[in-house]
């Protein structure tokens, strides 16, 4: 079984501070993880996956994300918020059995202001 | 990149009739597809995954009588909800993937159902 707990159901910042989102995950099998984006109302944009090559994994917009297997995390980061990031965050962990299921966290609301 | 185009993005629609949503890869073959449903302000929680040709596999809860999923070609997969009820106005999103349902999947950019 697999399963993803992201710790906030919102973060605020403001715009142009860092931007932390915290995923921690558990999974029986090595695990791909990733990191999607979703803005009101619009479907998911992948902004970086972990696929157990690189443990630090840059993805677009700035955005980047460490995998810590010792610590079971999948922190998302950015150095400096854009009011543009402003969207719901959900860290995903993909577990090859039979189809490569997604299981999803319930999600971050990155909230910024200016 | 791989895009999956979904149609219609919105519809409204009175109780009791059903409803058909489509799901297209455009530039690659998806032998898999999923669907998937999201609540407001909640997750997204996997309904049922199609694979061309055969019988779509139901996650635990999801009545198939009620979300019919077809997958008739490489390229489209559609959802239908029979007999909507307000109970079942949500967002849908679909994903394809190629590779036998082992690579990565890309997602459509989601329906949304209003059932008054």
């Known amino acids: 079984a697999q399963s993803v707990t992201q710790l906030d159901s919102h973060v605020s910042v403001s715009e142009g501070t860092p931007v932390l989102l915290r995923c921690n995950y558990s999974?029986?099998?090595?695990?791909?993880l990733f990191w999607y984006v979703q803005h009101p109302n619009k479907g998911l944009q992948l902004l970086l996956k972990?696929?157990?090559?690189?443990?630090l994994v840059k993805g677009i917009n700035g955005f980047e994300a460490e995998f810590k297997k010792s610590e079971t995390s999948f922190h998302l980061t950015k150095p400096s918020a854009h009011m543009s990031d402003a969207a719901e965050y959900f860290c995903v962990v993909s577990v090859v059995s039979g189809y490569s299921t997604l299981t999803f966290g319930k999600g971050t609301m990155l909230l910024v202001s200016p | 990149g791989a895009v999956v185009s979904q149609h219609p993005s919105r519809v409204i629609c009175k109780s009791g009739t059903s409803v058909k949503i489509e799901c297209r890869s455009l530039d690659f073959q998806a032998t898999t597809m999923f669907w998937y449903r999201q609540f407001p302000k909640k997750s997204l929680m996997l309904m049922a995954t199609?694979?061309?040709?055969?019988?779509?596999?139901?996650e635990q809860g999801v009545e198939k009588d009620k979300f019919l999923i077809n997958h008739a070609s490489l390229t489209l997969s559609t959802l239908t909800v029979t007999s909507a009820h307000p109970e079942d106005s949500s967002f849908y999103i679909c994903?394809?993937?190629?590779?036998?349902?082992?690579?990565?999947?890309?997602f459509g950019p989601g329906t949304r159902l209003t059932v008054l």
């Open positions: 199609s694979n061309e040709g055969s019988k779509a596999t139901y």
């Open positions: 994903s394809a993937t190629g590779l036998a349902g082992l690579g990565e999947q890309f």
């Open positions: 972990y696929t157990s090559a690189a443990t």
């Open positions: 999974s029986s099998y090595s695990p791909s």
